[in-house]
């Protein structure tokens, strides 16, 4: 019996073993967010292109710095994308005005800036249809793109933008000036990590962003055409790969 008892735990021990071996050979190994078990469905992040690029700005807090970013831009001869909430557009009608007037692109960020990854079908269609209907009152357009609050998106979320025939969008580089970091460090960041086909994230009443616009928009117009996102994603009808790129 002894001996029977010592055979029993040599195996249990091969193969606890061989369970952390297999267990060691799968940390760090990335599995696509497409290639889940249930298929997860994807927003753009970025797009494939030799020399466009979008910069957008979201709002959904303060407008102060709103009318210079856009007189910026339009100084420089490009236009942006403002994704507005309903909550930013109702405290802001003239600013949401101004910019649509101006030419730049609105995207929808929903009413209330909740998190909408696990909401239900009928509460993201709530969400969105406030804020179209808002804009086409007040600029008589309807947006074509859409940014989750947070980046916070799922599937229904997708789906539900896809039966109004709207695009999620993401971004690939993020300026991160939310955090209030300095003029200088902005400039680095967004020109440094941008490239052909990326969408650039701001945020319309971030700090230091108005002071950083001029250095960011030299510098990239150099190698790159500033559009809007939905000139972007104009002609793009390929897939979006496991990176969120949307290829032509």
């Not at 889940?36 to 710095?65: C, M, N, Q």
């Not at 804020?131 to 980046?151: C, H, I, Q, Y």
Request: net charge negative.
């Amino acid at each position: 019996m002894r001996l029977f008892g010592v055979i029993r735990l040599k195996k249990a021990v091969i193969v606890l073993v061989a369970v952390a071996v297999l267990l060691a050979s799968m940390v760090g190994t990335a599995v696509p967010l497409a290639t889940a078990a249930t298929t997860r469905k994807l927003p753009v992040y970025s797009v494939e292109d030799e020399h466009k690029i979008a910069i957008t700005f979201d709002a959904s807090w303060g407008a102060e710095r709103t009318k210079t970013i856009v007189d910026t831009l339009l100084r420089y001869g490009i236009k942006g994308t403002f994704f507005l909430t309903g909550i930013w557009i109702d405290e802001y009608p003239e600013e949401t005005k101004y910019i649509a007037e101006m030419g730049m692109e609105i995207g929808n960020h929903s009413q209330h800036h909740y998190n909408m990854g696990k909401m239900a079908k009928g509460e993201i269609e709530k969400e969105i249809d406030s804020v179209n209907e808002k804009l086409s009152a007040l600029t008589a357009k309807t947006p074509a793109v859409f940014r989750a609050p947070f980046g916070d998106y799922g599937n229904t979320l997708i789906e539900v933008l896809e039966e109004k025939g709207m695009r999620c969008i993401q971004w690939d580089v993020d300026s991160l000036d939310w955090k209030g970091l300095a003029k200088e460090t902005l400039e680095t960041r967004v020109i440094g990590k941008t490239t052909a086909g990326s969408i650039i994230l701001c945020h319309n009443n971030s700090e230091h962003i108005a002071e950083a616009l001029p250095a960011i928009i030299e510098n990239l117009r150099k190698k790159y055409e500033f559009v809007t996102v939905s000139e972007l994603l104009e002609g793009k009808k390929g897939t979006i790969d496991h990176t969120g790129k949307l290829h032509a």
